[in-house]
């Protein structure tokens, strides 16, 4: 594995992109959420020595203890940043998947590049405003409780920060903070379910069952609002399939 921090040049400034590298192939982008670049680390692993492909982790800015300018500042913005990167490493033909809030970005980064993106994966993504399966209020949850929402096992993932170091806490809590700017109050653009309708990559869209920060109802509205998009119902999994049920997820990625 290598990793390289990108200067890439936006309307609003210079941004900072941290990227682990791993395999040679066909690109992968992942995109972590809320639950930080730890999220993919281990999967990236996996998909490197499973499949001939080049896969890209980058960390979104202000996540692990990275900068992010102040400019930067929404989901869709961050969309674009990822598009400068494609643009940057000269990559078309690029799988992307994103978790939860990377899941959201994955949207946007389809609709920002579609010449770039040929295929994309939406794992428990977060974005949409639903009126028939709404998100739970993440701003309102204890740790505890987002915990449970989001494992369809909690036990053995529950986080103590008394028991994290001074810079665990620090990181932990930049990363919340990135999460509240880049997905607002409600994580959440009321805009987004009538725009996903203009992605052309091959889209999978992609659900653990036990999933309670947003529901499997809510996946499918997701899926429904893409065209031709397929949905896919992981059993044993919660919010973060890629950590709890990650031969499933691999899987995936030998689907044509």
Same mark, same amino acid.
């Given at each position: 594995?290598?990793?390289?921090?990108?200067?890439?040049?936006?309307?609003?400034?210079?941004?900072?992109?941290?990227?682990?590298?791993?395999?040679?192939?066909?690109?992968?982008?992942?995109?972590?959420?809320?639950?930080?670049?730890?999220?993919?680390?281990?999967?990236?692993?996996?998909?490197?020595?499973?499949?001939?492909?080049?896969?890209?982790?980058?960390?979104?800015?202000?996540?692990?203890?990275?900068?992010?300018?102040?400019?930067?500042?929404?989901?869709?913005?961050?969309?674009?940043?990822?598009?400068?990167?494609?643009?940057?490493?000269?990559?078309?033909?690029?799988?992307?998947?994103?978790?939860?809030?990377?899941?959201?970005?994955?949207?946007?980064?389809?609709?920002?590049?579609?010449?770039?993106?040929?295929?994309?994966?939406?794992?428990?993504?977060?974005?949409?405003?639903?009126?028939?399966?709404?998100?739970?209020?993440?701003?309102?949850?204890?740790?505890?409780?987002?915990?449970?929402?989001?494992?369809?096992?909690?036990?053995?993932?529950?986080?103590?920060?008394?028991?994290?170091?001074?810079?665990?806490?620090?990181?932990?809590?930049?990363?919340?903070?990135?999460?509240?700017?880049?997905?607002?109050? $409600?994580?959440?653009?009321?805009?987004?379910?009538?725009?996903? $309708?203009?992605?052309?990559?091959?889209?999978?869209?992609?659900?653990?069952?036990?999933?309670?920060?947003?529901?499997?109802?809510?996946?499918?509205?997701?899926?429904?609002?893409?065209?031709?998009?397929?949905?896919?119902?992981?059993?044993?999994?919660?919010?973060?399939?890629?950590?709890?049920?990650?031969?499933?997820?691999?899987?995936?990625?030998?689907?044509?």
């Amino acid at each position: 594995m290598s990793t390289r921090t990108y200067t890439l040049s936006l309307p609003y400034g210079e941004v900072p992109v941290t990227v682990a590298e791993r395999g040679a192939g066909a690109p992968v982008l992942l995109l972590h959420g809320g639950a930080g670049p730890d999220s993919f680390a281990g999967f990236a692993d996996q998909l490197a020595a499973r499949f001939p492909v080049r896969v890209l982790t980058p960390v979104n800015p202000g996540f692990g203890g990275t900068p992010r300018p102040e400019g930067l500042d929404s989901v869709r913005k961050l969309a674009e940043v990822y598009a400068r990167l494609l643009a940057e490493l000269d990559l078309t033909g690029v799988t992307v998947a994103g978790n939860s809030i990377g899941g959201w970005v994955a949207a946007e980064l389809a609709l920002a590049a579609p010449d770039r993106v040929s295929r994309l994966l939406v794992i428990d993504g977060a974005g949409l405003v639903s009126a028939d399966h709404p998100a739970a209020d993440f701003a309102s949850l204890t740790l505890d409780q987002v915990t449970e929402y989001s494992w369809a096992n909690p036990e053995g993932h529950r986080i103590d920060l008394s028991a994290l170091t001074d810079a665990q806490r620090a990181i932990f809590g930049g990363n919340r903070a990135a999460l509240a700017v880049y997905g607002g109050p $409600s994580m959440a653009d009321p805009s987004l379910a009538g725009r996903l $309708s203009g992605i052309t990559a091959d889209t999978l869209v992609v659900w653990g069952e036990a999933d309670r920060m947003f529901t499997p109802g809510y996946g499918k509205e997701y899926a429904a609002a893409i065209r031709g998009a397929s949905f896919r119902l992981l059993p044993g999994a919660g919010h973060l399939p890629q950590l709890e049920t990650p031969e499933a997820v691999l899987a995936l990625f030998a689907e044509a």
